[in-house]
């Protein structure tokens, strides 16, 4: 095939240390089935300790109505640990009509299918017949053949996930049989080491992920590859990009809001595209992941502490799924301190921040980002935050209707959509994105990147253009307990033609108030600045402040500098009207803020100062304590309470008096 061209930190740097040093203990493939998920004497094993999950695993095989995928791994499953040949036919039969059938080339789940085929295949190989082996071998050769130049971006997609743990899992099943299976491994392992884990390391550093809420949709599917080649052939692709793995359950679970959502899930912040508003099976596969990571890397205090977090749902959310808690749920791992566990995490690949303020249910939850564009998923949002108090209060705007679509180019992946800065040149344009047709004037972040979907191919394609890409950072992440500080600098985000600054630094003070400071500074006074945010819901003016209620949380906005500032509120028939233009959704994707909040200065200044006190609580407080602001020579003061936070105004300087 040829190749497509401080507890936490204490934590990684230990386990970073110790995997650096153990390379990898390669050995032959074994010749006996099954082999991906280990062999029958390992399965029946787990049957006899997870009875629970095995059972509902035998349910879903023997008599639930499930869509391929699902039916397949459990009739496979049941199937070699009962040795039970009707089942394997059954579940061959259902491969059959993908490996007869047409190709599937590109954007489309061919891998899924060539693992659907490699599962049954291993688990029930002693029911296909020569002619089938051959049969299955072709296709699988031709799906690999037709998909070289498919999902090469490694940024984009998750490259590993949709593309390559299918390849994988049927080199793997067909290893002896198909001739050519050892030079497609060695193809996939080449491009992952060259092109694949240095995106990782690069925007994937810290266990976040630039691409946002689709890494819930393609990393345990890669995870699952990962395993097998580590069974299969003692290849640790882990140990290939460290400062991504051995993070990465980590920031899975604070990717989490807190609560227990439908079906006993979890429902992941939204991150760029996807935002998983409605319930779906890819809360399973974060979960799964999780579990994944957890199990390879038990030895480690953060994941045992991981472990104790997954545990509040120890059962996947879609009853058919009940294969993934039997192949992954592993209760002999040691559960590790979760209440003592650290109440933030800094992804630095992607440029997010994540707190809580405990790791109760009912817990106050933020997420910020500020970092630089590697892929097309991507929103230009940087210096964006989301507000979490039993239901979600500040959120991500718009709904991804479709990919390129008028509403999802004008405004879902727009700044106008999200929690951050517009500064309006009224003879500013926007080039097309996602092949869409940009017509809408925001005021907000560029997007003048050589391709139109503002992706980039690899890290080496990445590092040649940083200065392009580069366009925001986190300054300062510091958690102290009682408080927790950051500050970005977003300035390159913005035309250089309009913005000359553009900085954030949030002070979050446990468990409830955010105090935010913004500077601004345009390139002309009469470029008007609006600082946004997206309430879920339309909020009520009581004694000078907005407060926003939605179901059991509410959240108080009180806005004190600029000292003349004007307030719009945009809903209903107007939240996605701007610029003389409407850009309605063409389909609703679940929950979404209801009301744009624009606040901007009453009068043109060239430099702006934007200083905000949100505290989040129960619907039932009818008040919090007000904030007080006061402008010393070349500093800004605010008391909340017995809190006093000082900002200096020329650099990115604070003091906390908790």
């Known amino acids: 095939m040829p190749c497509a061209r401080t507890y936490l930190l204490l934590a990684a740097v230990s386990l970073g240390s110790s995997l650096a040093a153990q390379g990898e203990d390669r050995h032959a493939v074994p010749r006996e089935h099954p082999r991906l998920f280990g062999s029958r004497e390992r399965l029946v094993r787990l049957a006899e300790e997870r009875p629970e999950a095995y059972r509902r695993v035998v349910a879903v095989a023997r008599g639930g109505e499930a869509d391929d995928h699902t039916k397949v791994v459990s009739l496979s499953l049941v199937a070699a640990i009962e040795e039970d040949e009707a089942l394997a036919r059954e579940a061959k039969a259902v491969v059959m009509r993908y490996v007869d059938g047409p190709i599937r080339v590109g954007h489309t789940p061919f891998a899924a299918d060539l693992a659907l085929a490699a599962i049954a295949y291993d688990h029930g190989h002693a029911v296909w017949s020569d002619g089938e082996r051959q049969r299955l071998v072709e296709y699988i050769n031709r799906t690999v053949d037709a998909n070289v130049d498919s999902e090469t971006h490694v940024f984009h997609n998750g490259w590993y996930g949709y593309k390559n743990w299918g390849i994988g899992l049927a080199c793997y099943a067909t290893y002896y049989e198909n001739p050519r299976a050892a030079e497609i491994l060695a193809a996939l392992e080449e491009e992952f080491r060259e092109r694949a884990a240095p995106a990782l390391e690069r925007a994937g550093a810290g266990g976040g992920w630039a691409e946002g809420y689709y890494i819930h949709y393609w990393l345990y599917e890669w995870l699952v590859f990962c395993e097998v080649a580590r069974r299969c052939e003692g290849i640790d692709y882990y140990a290939l990009a460290p400062r991504f793995f051995e993070q990465r359950a980590v920031a899975g679970m604070f990717e989490m809001y807190p609560g227990i959502a439908e079906y006993g899930s979890r429902r992941p912040v939204p991150m760029g595209d996807g935002g998983g508003r409605r319930f779906g099976g890819d809360r399973d596969k974060a979960l799964s992941a999780r579990r994944i990571l957890v199990n390879r890397f038990r030895d480690d205090p953060a994941h045992r502490a991981v472990h104790a977090f997954n545990e509040t749902t120890p059962r996947s959310s879609v009853g058919n799924n009940a294969y993934k808690d039997f192949l992954w749920r592993d209760t002999t791992v040691p559960p590790g301190d979760l209440e003592g566990f650290p109440l933030a995490h800094h992804s630095s690949g992607p440029g997010h921040v994540y707190a809580r303020s405990a790791w109760d249910e009912d817990a106050t939850y933020f997420f910020f980002r500020a970092g630089s564009r590697f892929t097309a998923h991507q929103h230009l949002d940087n210096a964006h935050f989301v507000f979490f108090k039993h239901a979600e209060l500040a959120g991500d705007g718009g709904h991804y209707d479709g990919f390129g679509t008028r509403h999802d180019v004008n405004y879902h992946l727009r700044t106008i959509a999200h929690n951050t800065i517009l500064v309006l040149d009224p003879e500013e344009t926007w080039p097309g994105i996602r092949a869409g047709t940009v017509t809408g004037n925001d005021g907000g972040q560029h997007h003048d990147w050589p391709h139109h979907n503002g992706a980039v191919a690899d890290a080496e394609a990445w590092h040649a253009r940083r200065d392009l890409y580069e366009v925001a950072r986190i300054t300062a992440f510091e958690d102290r307990g009682d408080y927790l500080y950051l500050a970005a600098d977003a300035t390159r985000s913005y035309r250089a ?162």
């Open 497 to 658: 033609a309009k913005l000359e600054e553009f900085t954030r630094q949030i002070v979050y003070l446990r468990p409830d108030t955010f105090v935010i400071f913004d500077r601004v500074r345009s390139t002309r006074p009469e470029l008007k600045k609006t600082w946004l945010l997206h309430a879920m819901r339309v909020p009520d003016e009581h004694d000078g402040r907005l407060v926003v209620t939605h179901g059991p949380g509410r959240l108080f906005i009180e806005t004190l500098l600029p000292a003349t500032a004007e307030t719009r509120l945009a809903h209903g028939d107007d939240l996605y009207r701007y610029d003389g233009q409407h850009f309605p959704p063409a389909r609703d994707t679940g929950p979404a803020p209801q009301c744009r909040i624009e606040i901007s200065p009453g009068e043109a200044a060239r430099q702006d100062f934007f200083l905000h006190v949100l505290t989040t609580a129960d619907a039932a407080t009818d008040s919090v304590p007000r904030a007080r602001a006061s402008a010393a020579a070349g500093a800004v003061e605010v008391t909340v309470g017995t809190a006093r936070v000082t900002f200096a105004k020329d650099r990115l300087d604070v003091a906390v008096r908790p």
